[in-house]
């Protein structure tokens, strides 16, 4: 069987071209939302809830795994590790699916912060004045709050009951929430600027599928001071940027 760990928009691209030749598929995402995005799709076993180490150990062996497709998000960093260090346990052969970052096009631009982690933005926003849209999504949200920082966030997440229930949890006023599902025009990026009146936008490199080129474009146009979380890289075994190559290289594993 084949497994997927589906965390992009990419997944369901990737479902659709490979239920061309086989239904033979267990699908893992980390929420029911990711799941319910799945429903027109063919596959064997859905998983909706994310996966410590041992339970994908325990899952894999279960299922008889033999080729597991890693396309988690690009900043889901602990995943992918848990999974590579998994298939390598059970000898299962490991493909990632990576997007490509766009961030190498704008990092000369005075606007563009870029940071390696939460710890290292906080310091930049210790002295930065004004409203930041924050569009790192809903799980970003708790580190903010913990900076206890002067400024205004407006969190633009997806429109989900579990991700409204934690953010009422957390204690964040639903004037300061937009709940919408990305990605988004350049247009209406400046809009939201506009509306809030931001002086900053806090994202990550999604890369193109995530809307980050639209994000940029409309800050720089805006004015508005751009503070970008870098992703962790890591060593995958065996990567692909295009899901052609991807699902040819499937193919060809299952007929053989």
């Given at each position: ?5 589906v965390?992009?928009s990419e997944?369901?691209?990737l479902?659709?071209r490979l239920?061309e030749?086989?239904e033979?598929?267990f699908?893992?995402t980390?929420?029911t939302y990711g799941?319910d995005?799945?429903?027109?799709y063919k ?5 909706t809830?994310?996966?410590n180490?041992?339970?994908?150990e325990?899952?894999f062996?279960e299922?008889?795994?033999?080729l597991?497709?890693?396309a988690s998000h690009?900043y889901?960093v602990e995943v992918?590790?848990?999974v590579i260090?998994?298939?390598?346990i ?6 990632r699916?990576?997007r490509k970052g ?7 631009c ?5 940071v390696s982690n939460?710890?290292?933005?906080e310091?930049k926003?210790?002295?930065f004045?004004g409203?930041?849209?924050?569009t ?5 949200v708790?580190?903010?709050l ?6 205004r966030?407006?969190h ?7 991700v ?16 919408l599902?990305?990605s ?6 400046r809009a ?7 002086k900053?936008?806090?994202?990550k490199?999604?890369?193109k599928?995530g809307?980050t080129?639209?994000k940029i474009t409309a800050?720089?146009?805006?004015g ?10 890591i060593?995958?075994p065996k990567v692909?940027y295009?899901?052609s ?11 053989t």
């Open positions: 069987m084949i497994g997927i760990i965390g992009t997944g369901r691209e479902l659709k239920n030749f086989t033979d598929i699908v893992s980390a929420t799941g995005l799945l429903k027109e596959y064997k076993i859905l998983n809830k994310p996966l180490k041992e339970e994908l325990e899952k062996k299922l008889d795994i033999n597991l497709i890693d690009p889901a992918s590790k848990n260090e998994v298939c390598s059970l000898d299962i052969v490991y493909l699916y990576e766009i961030l190498e096009e704008f990092k000369e005075s606007q563009v912060n870029i939460f710890e290292e933005l310091e926003l210790k002295v004045d409203t930041i849209l924050n790192t999504g809903s799980k970003s708790e580190k903010i913990k900076m206890n920082l002067k400024n966030f407006i633009r997440v997806l429109p989900s009951v579990e409204m229930k934690n953010m009422i949890e957390l204690g964040v006023s639903p004037d300061d929430i937009i709940a599902k990305g988004h025009s350049e247009e209406f990026n939201c600027l506009r509306e809030f009146n931001c900053g936008i806090l994202m490199d999604s890369g599928e809307g080129r639209e800050a720089l146009k805006e508005v001071d751009i503070f970008v979380i870098d992703k962790e890289r060593k995958y692909f295009d899901l190559e991807l699902v040819s290289f499937v193919k060809t594993y299952v007929n």
